[in-house]
């Protein structure tokens, strides 16, 4: 079994100074993840024959050029007039971890379950003074034989996993000397269109209940890491397909599918997950997806902007594949514009410095669909060889997580992380459809049942 080393934990800071007394505020969606925090690990080849610590040397060098273009990531939490957190940009900087580990990323991704790969994202819990608190992490390990593990932590009050994304894309172009594509905007969400300001408005009810329903009882958590465990299932173009086209109902076989890889396999796993848990019904659960094109927003926003929604599965039948991926997709299509702003302005009149875990009631369902993962190019030429993402803490039901797959095995392929008590875990593996589709496990139990 590979072991890892951990060399040294420094601070890296940006090239250019920021701008003195400049800060930043949280919107109502920033606040909401305030109890949550994000990891993400990328795995890469090597940059050709390279000294032990030299590829680590030349990460740092492009973050802390990248840096000079994320004034956020670099300051430190402070509290306004009214008690809640906003960022100062004082470029204190980001801490990185630097690491070693023996045999080739090759071996480690043959044998790493969840324990092993959350070792190569460093993540600290917010001290009892959160100014010299660094919201973002860093963790560089070099694999003796070849091979290199990039992991990334942040404070969920800052980013979403689409933001984390976009800050290791930004650095990942810095490394290869090239222009950012996506360069990160620092502004409000966007204030109700004049057009949609109409006197008879009708609130979308149903999104502001589902969140007050989450506010009024979110409970203390314990760290759930010691019962749950994660899988990684990989869903190729065909698989994919296959699972689309069992969602078609029989009545209707020459009808074009309406459902999209996310709603087909979110619909598979809601099944799936329900007869692990023993329900007769399906589980409670909740959809989490970006935003940021409803609203308008640039692809560089930078800050929270994924929403919830509640998936209501009364009056459908037992275990039914085409229903559930039915009323997915109807909870998909009342999130629009209208329905966000809703959600956005009753936020914003019942702020409070009491805010719930988001994750804490359902199973939690989550669409990384707007990011592309394996564009992240830290070598040249080369996609990474695997991507993993983290949502923190999982909670409750569970969690299942749904982003693209490498270019290899085409575009509906998908890659699956799904969060759950370790003896349900072993039970999903085992289900019938997960079976039928037979999806490649990259982590978590047996390497390959297919």
């Known amino acids: 079994m590979a072991e890892i080393t951990y060399i040294c934990k420094r601070t890296v800071v940006s090239t250019k100074p920021t701008q003195p007394g400049k800060c930043h505020s949280f919107s109502v969606l920033d606040h909401l993840m305030e109890k949550n925090h994000i990891r993400i690990v990328y795995y890469c080849k090597s940059w050709g024959e390279k000294e032990a610590g030299e590829i680590t040397v030349s990460l740092r060098e492009s973050l802390s050029e990248m840096l000079t273009h994320f004034p956020k990531v670099t300051g430190r939490l402070i509290r306004n007039e009214k008690g809640n957190w906003m960022i100062k940009c004082n470029d204190a900087g980001v801490r990185m971890v630097e690491a070693r580990a023996k045999g080739s990323v090759e071996d480690w991704l043959k044998s790493v379950d969840r324990e092993k790969e959350l070792k190569l994202v460093y993540w600290e819990a917010m001290i009892h ?9 860093v963790q560089i390990t070099e694999f003796e034989e070849g091979g290199v593990a990039i992991g990334l932590s942040c404070f969920h009050l800052l980013a979403d996993p689409i933001c984390a994304t976009m800050f290791l894309k930004a650095w990942a172009d810095k490394t290869l000397g090239q222009k950012m594509v996506s360069p990160p905007f620092f502004h409000p969400l966007p204030p109700r269109r004049p057009i949609n300001k109409t006197s008879n408005h009708k609130p979308y009810t149903d999104l502001i209940n589902h969140y007050k329903f989450s506010i009024e009882n979110s409970t203390p958590f314990l760290d759930a890491n010691d019962t749950h465990t994660t899988i990684t299932l990989s869903f190729s173009d065909h698989m994919v397909q296959a699972c689309m086209d069992m969602v078609q109902p029989t009545s209707a076989p020459n009808k074009p599918n ?52 509640k998936v209501h599965s009364n009056g459908l039948e037992e275990h039914n594949f085409s229903q559930a991926t039915k009323v997915i997709g109807e909870a998909l299509e009342k999130m629009d514009n209208e329905g966000i702003m809703d959600l956005i302005e009753w936020l914003e009149h ?27 190019d830290f070598v040249g030429g080369f996609e990474p060889i695997r991507v993993s993402y983290y949502v923190e803490p999982v909670i409750g039901i569970g969690q299942v997580l749904i982003f693209r797959a490498p270019s290899y095995d085409g575009p509906l392929g998908r890659v699956v992380m799904v969060t759950l008590p370790k003896d349900e875990i072993v039970k999903l593996c085992e289900d019938e459809l997960i079976l039928h589709l037979s999806p490649r496990i990259l982590m978590g139990v047996a390497r390959n049942y297919a």
């Open 129 to 137: 003074k959160p100014y010299f608190w660094s919201t973002f992490y």
């Open 258 to 309: 309406p459902s999209s890889p996310f709603e087909a396999l979110a619909g598979l796993l809601w099944i799936c997950i329900s007869k692990v848990k023993g329900l007769n019904g399906l589980v409670n659960m909740s959809l989490c997806l970006d935003q940021r094109k409803i609203l308008g927003l640039d692809k560089g926003f930078f800050g929270n902007c994924m929403v919830y929604n």
């Open 350 to 376: 019942n702020d409070s410095q009491s805010h719930p875990l988001m994750n804490n009631c359902d199973l939690i369902c989550a669409s990384l669909e707007t990011v592309e993962p394996y564009s992240v």
